[in-house]
C-alpha cells in the first residue's frame, strides 16, 4: 500500500486494509454472508504484512483464537455476521473479564436465525450491547461509507488497545457491498499496548491490578514473556487467581463497566449535518445514514428546517449528544432496519415529550427517503 492511495472498492475490502493499518496481523474466522470478502481479503493481504489467516472450523473457535493471539501480544480481529455473533458471545465474555483486547467485526444482516442471509439488517444492535450475560460495557461503532469502514477500523483497534476491552463494528450488508472511492492513508494515530515499566520486578507485577494507575487501565505484557502471570474466565483478583470474595466481585464487576461509562466523551463520537437551524432531526446510524442525508436535503429543497444526527458510536449511547438535540426540536425520527431498538434508547432522553416517530423497517430492503418524509409529516401533524 501506498500511502495515501486512492482505491474504489467496497466496504468489506476497506475494512481488512483498516485492519492491516492499524497493526493487525491475525486474523481467524469462519466465512459467511455477508461479511466473506473480509476473510477473503485478510487471507492474502495479512501473509503480505508478516501476519497469520487462519479459517477456523467455526465461530466458537474463531473468538478463542483471536483471544489467544492478541493476548500474546498480536493485534487480531475476526468478522462474521448474526448468527456467528451469536455463537461468539460466550468468548465475548471472556474478552470482556479477562480484559484482552481484540475486533470483532459484524457485518448484519436480516435475521432472526438464518433469517435472509444476503438481505441487509440492523438489528443486532441491542445483541451487541447485551448479548454476553453478565454486567459489562461495550463499545461498538457503525460506518455509513467504504471510508468510514476503513477510518473506524482504525479507531476499533485503538480504542480495544487503550482500554482493553473487545470492540465491535455493526456494519451491514449494504454498506459492506456497496463500492465507493475511498482513501488508505494509513493511520494519524496507531495506539500500541500499554506495557509495564521496565524497572517494574517480575514478582510485583499484577495483570489486574487497575486501581494502582490513573486511567484505571492495568498495562499487558504478551503471555508468556517476561511477565509470567494467569487468565481466567472465572472472577479473580488483582493478581488472576480466582476467587469468589463479594468485596472482589464487587469492584470488578463494576470496573468492566465503569472503565468503559468514565471515558464517555473520549469514545462516543456523532455528526450533526444542518442541526444549527433544524426543527426537526433524524436520528440515524448506518446504511440508514444514507437515505436520512437524502431525506434531509429534500426537506431543506421544501423549505423544511430538518438536520440529522448521525451515530457513529452505538455503544456506549451517545445520551448526552442526543438529549441536547431532543431539547431544542420540535420532534425526531429515528431511522432504522429494526423494530425500534435504538428509537428506545432515544425515547428514554424525550423529557420535553416532543413527537418521536420510528421509521422500522425489517422488509430487507433499505429505508427510502420519501419514508423518512413521511415520517416527518407524521411528527409534524402531532
Not at 456523532?270 to 442525508?293: K, T
Amino acid at each position: 500500500m501506498r500511502k495515501h492511495e486512492i482505491r474504489f472498492g467496497m466496504g468489506n475490502e476497506a475494512i481488512a486494509e483498516g485492519a492491516i493499518a492499524a497493526g493487525a496481523r491475525f486474523y481467524a474466522g469462519y466465512p459467511i454472508t455477508p461479511s466473506s470478502e473480509i476473510a477473503d481479503i485478510s487471507s492474502v493481504r495479512l501473509p503480505q504484512v508478516g501476519g497469520i489467516f487462519v479459517q477456523m472450523e467455526d465461530e466458537i473457535g474463531s473468538m478463542s483464537a483471536i483471544i489467544g493471539a492478541s493476548a500474546a501480544g498480536v493485534k487480531s480481529y475476526t468478522a462474521t455476521s448474526g448468527p456467528g455473533i451469536s455463537l461468539m458471545q460466550e468468548n465475548i465474555g471472556v474478552a470482556v473479564i479477562t480484559e484482552i483486547p481484540c475486533v470483532i467485526i459484524n457485518v448484519q444482516r436480516s435475521g432472526p436465525s438464518t433469517g435472509l442471509a444476503t438481505k441487509p439488517g440492523q438489528q443486532d444492535v441491542m445483541q451487541a450491547r447485551w448479548g454476553a450475560h453478565g454486567d459489562h460495557a461495550i463499545i461498538a461503532l457503525s460506518p455509513s461509507s467504504v471510508q468510514e469502514c476503513y477510518d473506524l477500523t482504525i479507531r476499533a483497534f485503538n480504542l480495544a488497545e487503550k482500554y482493553r476491552t473487545p470492540v465491535c463494528i455493526l456494519s451491514d450488508e449494504i454498506v459492506g457491498h456497496m463500492r465507493e472511492q475511498f482513501e488508505l492513508h494509513g493511520a494519524k494515530e496507531i495506539i500500541g499496548r500499554k506495557q509495564p515499566d521496565p524497572s517494574m520486578p517480575v514478582e510485583a507485577f499484577r495483570p489486574y491490578d487497575f486501581e494502582r494507575y490513573e486511567d484505571h487501565i492495568a498495562p499487558l505484557p504478551p503471555f508468556g514473556g517476561r511477565y509470567v502471570y494467569r487468565h481466567t474466565a472465572s472472577g479473580h483478583d488483582e493478581n488472576g487467581y480466582v476467587t469468589n470474595d463479594k468485596q472482589n466481585a464487587n469492584k470488578f464487576i463494576r470496573h468492566y463497566t465503569e472503565k468503559i461509562e468514565k471515558h464517555r466523551d473520549d469514545i462516543v463520537t456523532v455528526e450533526a449535518h444542518c442541526m444549527e437551524d433544524a426543527e426537526y432531526a433524524i436520528i440515524s446510524f448506518g446504511c440508514s445514514v444514507r437515505s436520512a442525508m437524502a431525506a434531509m436535503r429534500m426537506a431543506r429543497a421544501r423549505g423544511k428546517k430538518v438536520g440529522v444526527l448521525k451515530l457513529i458510536t452505538l455503544w456506549p449511547f451517545a445520551d448526552k449528544e442526543v438529549r441536547a438535540v431532543l431539547d431544542r426540536v420540535k420532534g425526531a425520527i429515528v431511522a432504522e432496519m429494526n423494530l425500534g431498538q435504538v428509537f428506545s434508547e432515544v425515547s428514554r432522553h424525550n423529557d420535553r415529550r416532543i413527537p418521536l416517530v420510528s421509521v422500522g423497517k425489517v422488509d430487507a430492503e433499505i429505508i427510502y427517503p420519501e419514508e423518512i418524509l413521511d415520517a416527518l409529516e407524521e411528527a409534524a401533524r402531532a
